[in-house]
């Protein structure tokens, strides 16, 4: 009987690979080897064994092994781009995609995989995925990058597209999420409560969902964890290396806060003033950016408030690790958690000795090399351990940190510019679209109801939600002219329109984060409800650090009678006006300075418990250092 040849022994290994039977399969492979080592064939189907059993590195080897003898070999091109995107080599990644792409126009996959990558920027990513639909229209990862790109734009279209994503395909589960997200920014609650079923049932289930979904639909605290921990075993790639060795810099602690954030956004604002405040005698601060570069004030305070701002866009795992080993950082606080841009592949390496959670994400990781959440009394009191895999560190007062240099306008807008009669009653509900439910929205417009000639502004930032709101507000009999919508707009800006609002109508389970601090500072009460799990409290904690207690409510009832009675009896609203006025000097909320020793000092006790080899503990901080 003749041996077999080349080609019989790839077919054999083909045919092992797809019966499940891998190692007969790379025998196979290795036998071609043996007798022609450059035999191309053999290398790419060694290299898909090898990627099969997730050994990256050996496969990457074999697709550049190939493509040094065949440079066209368009599958080559896309499987080497999808090892590298998992290794964070977004640039190589980038290249090879596009390759793939031009050597292989009708296949769908390559171009999908390209325009994963131009996200952002939307307008050429969703072109890109377009374009890939006209050759497969039955294309689930197709349908939903094209969610993926019209969402922060045009969040009904996305929605529609994610919904294909996932009807194509079940496997895709977080389209199904995403699905739901999208509904709620454009206030579309056709199927909310039974997406919200589906939520539950498929956490149950240990699928997979937007950890951030769960805190606006109010999940419980012990599903929001269960949804954390699952999508970090499941969508987290985890680096066991270790942590890189650190060259000591000085006798100062080094701190590195990472963010994709730093520009004019939320998180910047918050926190550009603790980083001018930290004590530069004990502690080392610096910032590691992989966010995009806008040339914002914002961002130049940031550069000038740290001892270094390191760009990390664009670079690999291994490289931020070099970077966080080369600068010696002893803890490194993350302030993105699951929110968008996040790079979660960075934490999960282990950047430095003590990793802390913090301000971005109101909820737990779920896993991962994560020692620490920053927390206080209200959010996360000592009880709700049981629901973070991370060891809270429990400030003494608000955890959220406010920049008492920040903007404060004193000339009210315009109000005929907004569409408000001069004297009317203003209610405000500046917190995005997608934290508003139909109860709340019902609620509101039984205020409205109550109140002659009041108005209500709401913020909707793409113009997506406004008509159906319009639409919601009709159904329960209020005149839509009632309702007034704002867009983003700078910082003092918009500001400048609390100046307008008599009272601001809190949103709920996920409550006021920045939304809230910023009517405080601007003079505003603020009425909410205090629920279960971080994101439904942050507001109390807001008001609790402003003396303001009596405004924090348990139920929507409390909540739609408190509002009611305030903008029924202007003089006690002029009292709260005039108490926020008074403290916003000593308020915990506006004092930075006495937040950044509170900080510091669960700095301190993070790091001592690291160098005396114990594991990380729940810490609650007194309220004097």
């Known amino acids: ?52 059993v997730s050994d990256d590195d050996a496969a990457a080897g074999l697709f550049q092994r190939a493509l040094t003898l065949d440079p066209a070999i368009a599958d080559a091109h896309g499987n ?92 895709l589960e977080l389209a199904a999420s995403e699905a739901f997200a999208c509904r709620l920014q454009a206030a579309d609650w056709h199927h909310y409560h039974r997406d919200r079923q589906h939520l539950e049932t498929r956490i149950d289930q240990g699928g997979v969902v937007l950890p951030l ?96 701002f390191h760009i990390l866009r664009g670079l690999d795992t291994r490289q931020v690790a070099d970077w966080a080993g080369a600068q010696g950082i002893d803890i490194l606080v993350d302030l993105k958690g699951y929110t968008a841009g996040a790079r979660l592949d960075l934490l999960s390496r282990r950047l430095a000795p003590v990793q802390v959670a913090y301000l971005g994400y109101p909820g737990t990781l779920g896993g991962g090399p994560v020692d620490y959440l920053i927390g206080d009394p209200i959010v996360t009191p000592p009880t709700d351990q049981t629901f973070y895999h991370e060891r809270l560190a429990i400030l003494p007062s608000c955890y959220q940190v406010n920049d008492r240099d920040r903007p404060r306008p004193d000339v009210p807008p315009d109000r005929a510019a907004l569409g408000l009669p001069p004297d009317s009653f203003v209610f405000g509900a500046l917190n995005a679209p ?29 113009g997506a939600a406004a008509a159906n709101l319009r639409a919601a507000a009709v159904g329960m009999g209020v005149d ?52 279960d799990g971080f994101a439904a409290r942050v507001a109390a904690s807001l008001l609790h650090a402003v003396g303001l207690p009596d405004l924090i409510t348990h139920d929507l009832a409390g909540y739609e009678a408190l509002a009611l009675s305030l903008a029924s009896d202007r003089k006690r609203l002029d009292g709260l006006k005039a108490h926020l006025e008074r403290v916003r000097g000593t308020a915990p909320l506006f004092d930075t300075p006495a937040f950044a020793r509170h900080l510091e000092r669960a700095y301190r006790l993070m790091w001592e418990r690291h160098r005396a080899g114990l594991p990380p503990q729940t810490l609650i901080m007194p309220p004097h250092d």
């Open 434 to 462: 997608q934290k508003i439910t139909p109860d709340l929205f019902a609620c509101w417009m039984r205020l409205l109801m109550a109140i002659p000639d009041s108005r209500l502004i709401l913020y909707d930032p793409n």
């Open 80 to 171: 080497l781009a999808m090892i590298r995107q998992r290794q964070g080599r977004m640039a190589d990644t980038a290249l090879l995609f596009r390759r793939a792409a031009i050597l292989a126009p009708d296949i769908p996959d390559w171009r999908v995989g390209h325009a994963m990558l131009c996200l952002d920027r939307p307008g050429m990513a969703a072109h890109l995925f377009r374009s890939a639909l006209t050759l497969a229209p039955a294309s689930p990862a197709a349908w939903r990058g094209l969610g993926l790109a019209l969402r922060g734009t045009d969040p009904a279209q996305a929605a529609i597209a994610f919904d294909r994503a996932y009807r194509l395909d079940p496997s």
């Open 213 to 308: 979904l769960t805190q606006i639909a109010g999940i419980t605290p012990a599903r929001q964890w269960r949804a954390a921990a699952t999508i970090w075993q499941r969508q987290v790639t985890w680096d066991p290396s270790p942590t890189q060795p650190r060259q000591r810099q000085d006798g100062r602690l080094t701190v590195a806060y990472l963010s994709a954030d730093f520009h004019a956004h939320a998180t910047a604002y918050l926190i550009t003033g603790l980083l001018e405040q930290h004590d530069r005698s004990r502690f080392r601060i610096l910032s590691g950016c992989y966010g995009v570069e806008d040339g914002s004030e914002a961002r130049q305070r940031i550069r000038r408030a740290v001892d270094g």
């Open 480 to 531: 839509p002219g009632r309702l007034t919508f704002v867009g983003t707009a700078p910082l003092a800006q918009h500001l400048a329109r609390y100046r307008a609002i008599d009272l601001c109508l809190d949103s709920f389970p996920y409550t006021g984060h920045t939304t809230t601090s910023d009517a405080l500072w601007m003079g505003v009460p603020v009425v909410t409800r205090q629920g």
């Open 1 to 52: 009987m003749p041996a077999p040849t080349q080609i019989d022994l790839l077919r054999a290994a083909m045919d092992a690979y797809r019966r499940g039977s891998i190692a007969e399969a790379e025998a196979s492979c290795r036998d071609i080897l043996r007798g022609q080592p450059d035999h191309v064939g053999g290398l790419l189907m060694l290299a898909v064994l090898r990627m099969a």
